[in-house]
């Protein structure tokens, strides 16, 4: 499932230099700056962790990081970012 996703962001921007879907700075990876996508990584490696500890669904982890006070700003701004595209993914399949 983690993988699809990646695959699936790899396919829309094939296009490099790029600006960081979320903030302006250039690209490096999948449509991230260096920052965000260093968040995301740790985001996608840490749900493996949860889901071992709690069973937990990929939404509900990205809105607990979202929510956490504990979480950095650019792992939160990159959980609700993912969040938005888990949403309108559920839109599209009505
Ligand atoms: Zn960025």
Redesign the pocket.
Known sequence: MLQSLLCSEKRKEAKSRL???????E?IDDG??????GARRVIIRKYDDWTRAIGISWKEYLSEIAKNPLTGE?AK??ALHLLEEENKKNVENG
């Open positions: 600006k960081c879907i979320i903030c302006d700075r690209t991230y700056c260096r920052f965000h996508e650019w701004e990159v």
